[in-house]
C-alpha cells in the first residue's frame, strides 16, 4: 500500500510540474517572428522549406537497413576459426536469404521505382 501511494504522489507531483512548464513556457509574438526564416521585417512570399521526396527517404531506408545488415554479417567471418564452419555458413545463408525477401518484397511494392 505504501508503495501505490508513493507512486501516486509522484504522477501528481510529475503532472503538476509538468502543467506549469506548460503555462510558465507559452512564446510571445516577438519569439515567434524571431525563429521565422526572415527576419528583415519582411514577410516571406513563400514557404522556406523545400518539398520532402518520400522515395527519397525509403531508399534511404532500405540503404540504412543494409548497411546495418553488412555490420552484423561482417564479425561472423571473425567467428569462422572459432566455431562450427557448417553451422556459421547455413547462418549467414539464412541472414541472407532474409535480406533478399525484404529487398524482394520492396521491389514488388514498387519502393524501388524512382519515376513517379
Known amino acids: ?6 507512486l501516486v504522489m509522484l504522477f501528481i507531483i510529475s503532472n503538476l510540474f509538468m502543467m506549469m ?5 507559452k512564446k510571445t509574438f516577438k519569439d515567434r517572428e524571431k525563429s521565422s526564416p526572415f527576419e528583415c521585417g519582411f514577410d516571406p512570399k513563400n514557404s522556406a522549406r523545400l518539398p520532402f521526396s518520400l522515395q527519397f527517404f525509403l531508399i534511404a531506408m ?4 543494409f548497411d546495418v545488415e553488412i555490420t552484423l554479417i561482417l564479425p561472423m567471418i571473425l567467428n569462422l576459426k572459432i566455431s562450427n564452419f557448417f553451422s ?19 521491389w ?9
Open 1 to 6: 500500500m505504501l508503495i501505490f501511494m508513493i
Open 88 to 106: 556459421i555458413l547455413m547462418l549467414n545463408i539464412f541472414f541472407i536469404f532474409i535480406l533478399l525477401m525484404g529487398l524482394y518484397h520492396e
Open 108 to 116: 514488388n511494392q514498387g519502393a524501388l521505382k524512382w519515376e513517379n
Open 21 to 25: 512548464a506548460n503555462i510558465l513556457s
Open 62 to 65: 532500405i540503404f540504412v537497413i
